[in-house]
């Protein structure tokens, strides 16, 4: 069975839809079964843009969500979106954001980063090493 237009149903929409993700402002972070980052997105619709990923054509998505086991999410104000990606994705070097060569890696994080984006980097630093 597939999704209408997207990639397969098999590759994990039934443990991620059990996951709450809000219709808030925010990022949000693919991980796998390891917990290693997959990719970091920002949207201003976390729980839109997370479900519109699943309705992808490409080869490239349907391989990245077919080891997603989790989401995480932080709610942000829409004016610490960008940086907050930014750093997430700087520090954290996920494998599928095609974006992540323009960042280079941040030894240390800035004081303007919101806490939260900084305790989620704290916490999942060690995942990455």
Not at 40 to 68: E, I, P, Y
């Amino acid at each position: 069975m597939s999704l209408k237009g997207g990639c397969p149903a098999n590759i994990g929409w039934d443990n991620i839809k059990q996951s709450f993700v809000p219709h808030d402002t925010g990022v949000y972070i693919f991980k796998d079964e390891d917990n290693n980052i997959l990719y970091v997105g920002r949207a201003c619709c976390m729980g839109c843009r997370v479900k519109s990923h699943f309705w992808s054509h490409t080869q490239k998505d349907c391989l990245m969500l077919s080891k997603v086991t989790t989401i995480d999410w932080i709610a942000l104000q829409s004016d610490q979106l960008s940086i907050s990606e930014r750093l997430l994705i700087g520090v954290l070097t996920p494998q599928f954001n095609r974006t992540k060569s323009m960042y280079f890696n941040i030894p240390f994080l800035p004081d303007s980063a919101p806490q939260s984006v900084k305790d989620y980097i704290t916490n999942n630093r060690s995942v990455v090493s």
